[in-house]
Nanobody, 115 residues
Framework: QVRLVESGGGLVQAGGSLRLSCTAS????????MGWYRRAPGKQRELVAT???????NLADSVKGRFTISRVNGKNTVYLQMNNLKPEDTGLYYC?????????WGQGTQVTVSS
């Protein structure tokens, strides 16, 4: 059993900051990549940021310069630091982990940005 638990979501004002975290536990032997995706109401899920096992990162153009992805704890935990949040960042954020043989998803954490 592999469990991904996200935390850090909430309601913030535009221009504020928020840090999401995702911790993987259970029978996971290797993590080849971790990342964050989000889904706004009525839209498909989109990639926000990813980080590979080698440390390479990729961020969506819409969040470059504002968001930072990082990993710690032997790659068991991934963070998404979100600064200068905008209402358009509102959505359900999902943690994703690329394991040895499977892809795992968290349950999602809601981020709401108001102005």
């Amino acid at each position: 059993q592999v469990r991904l638990v996200e935390s850090g979501g909430g309601l913030v004002q535009a221009g504020g900051s928020l840090r999401l975290s995702c911790t993987a536990s259970g029978s996971i032997y290797s993590i080849n990549g971790m990342g964050w995706y989000r889904r706004a109401p009525g839209k498909q899920r989109e990639l926000v940021a990813t980080i590979t096992g080698g440390g390479s990162t990729n961020l969506a153009d819409s969040v470059k310069g504002r968001f930072t992805i990082s990993r710690v704890n032997g790659k068991n935990t991934v963070y998404l630091q979100m600064n200068n949040l905008k209402p358009e960042d509102t959505g359900l954020y999902y943690c994703n982990v690329l394991g040895d043989l499977h892809v795992y998803w968290g349950q999602g954490t809601q981020v709401t940005v108001s102005s």
